[in-house]
């Protein structure tokens, strides 16, 4: 269901590390990417899950085949449409993307957020409300992407011009501490 939700947007750009930066929608355009990845690497891109379910009644839990059941189909619709504020709501899992993280390395990770934003820009939908951009005062790039009401996902992209960890840092560090 398309339902732009601007309280849960405003909500998402007001929290953590993007509390002081200043967004604003932008249109998405192959330029753009390409001016993006000329002058930013990927520091972290993240995936964000909103697609929790509600629970299954007890009376119907151990009942093997109730997906098959046409009374439980009509009683888990109702469910879900009851449940979808609260699903809106309820990020359930993160997936990050970054150097180092899953044995990715930079040109990977850029990689995968370059075809994110590709597939976001191909949508069947209007992007106009859905893609903000914010620049905080050390020069890093925000990107979001509201996608949790049709496909239950929203994006973050977290832009850079330099690596976030440097070279001979990243080398030198103790993975104890």
């Known amino acids: 269901m398309i339902n732009i939700r601007k309280d849960l947007i405003e909500k998402e750009l007001a ?24 002058k930013y690497s990927t520091h972290e891109f993240s995936e964000h899950f909103y697609d929790s379910e509600p629970d299954i009644p007890e009376e119907w ?50 990689e995968i957020a370059r075809n994110t934003l590709k597939e976001v820009m191909a949508m069947d939908v209007d992007l106009s409300e859905r893609l903000y951009i914010g620049f905080n005062k050390d020069g890093y790039a925000f990107l979001y ?6 496909m239950k996902e929203d994006y973050w992209w977290v832009m850079g011009r330099e690596p976030l960890f440097p070279k001979e840092e990243k080398e030198n560090a103790n993975p104890a501490e």
């Open 15 to 38: 929290e953590g590390i993007t509390e002081k930066i200043s967004f604003k929608t932008f249109k998405l355009t192959q330029r753009f990417i390409n001016w993006l990845f000329l």
């Open 61 to 110: 839990e151990s009942v093997e085949d109730r997906w098959d059941n046409p009374e439980f189909q009509k009683i888990w619709e109702k469910l879900v449409e009851e449940y979808e504020p609260r699903r809106l709501t309820h990020n359930n899992w993160i997936d990050p993307f970054g150097d180092g993280i899953w044995d990715m390395d930079q040109k990977k990770v850029d």
């Open 145 to 150: 992407f509201y996608g949790r009401d049709f």
